[in-house]
């Protein structure tokens, strides 16, 4: 009898220390697809991001995700208790003669999406969504100001050459079950 009592005890013990190891886990969607988890953050240091595993830290502005290889990948975000904002990276190529000198033209992707910033304040977004922008240059900033009954957007950019990587604004809920 002894000998079943330790054996249960035991394989009690070894449970709770495997849950114990799992953590909490955080699971966020985009905000217009609340069902299809993006991004997971555990307590153990592990971190999923579109079906792909990583280890991850983070502080009160960046997540950095690190996968198997040691590639990193910095993400700036905003928590808003079951919401957030998430900004994911892309980097779009100038579509124009010699090497810009500023944000004005024609950026593209490989994948059609571009954006054209004109020397009158206007834009376009994968020739679908247009309105006004503002750039501040100090924060690395772009607003966008959609004519469509859209928030406005504030962008986080960088110039290198004839490439811009924005950082865009994802809000973000919890995933629903």
């Known amino acids: 009898m002894r000998i079943k009592s ?10 709770a220390l495997i ?25 153990n240091g592990k971190a999923e991001y579109k079906g ?15 996968d ?16 957030m904002v998430l900004y994911e990276r892309s980097t779009y190529t100038y579509d124009g003669e010699g090497e810009p000198d500023s944000i004005l033209g024609v950026w593209t992707q490989d994948n059609g999406w571009l954006y054209e910033f004109t020397d009158k304040g206007t834009f376009t977004e994968e020739n679908i969504f247009y309105g006004h922008y503002e750039v501040n240059e100090d924060e690395h900033t772009i607003k966008l100001m959609y004519d469509e009954p859209m928030e406005d957007a504030v ?9 811009l990587t924005i950082d865009y604004p994802w809000p973000m809920v919890r995933t629903e079950k």
């Open 155 to 163: 962008l986080y950019y960088s110039l290198d050459g004839n490439e």
């Open 68 to 83: 198997r290889d040691g590639n990193e990948t910095k993400m700036r975000f905003v928590p808003d208790g079951d919401k």
């Open 6 to 15: 330790v054996s249960s005890l035991t394989v009690f013990v070894l449970s």
């Open 19 to 43: 849950l114990a190891g799992c953590g909490k886990k955080e699971s966020w969607a985009y905000i217009h697809d609340p069902k299809t988890e993006i991004l997971s953050l555990s307590d």
């Open 52 to 66: 792909n595993n990583y280890s991850y830290t983070r502080d009160d502005t960046f997540i950095v995700l690190k």
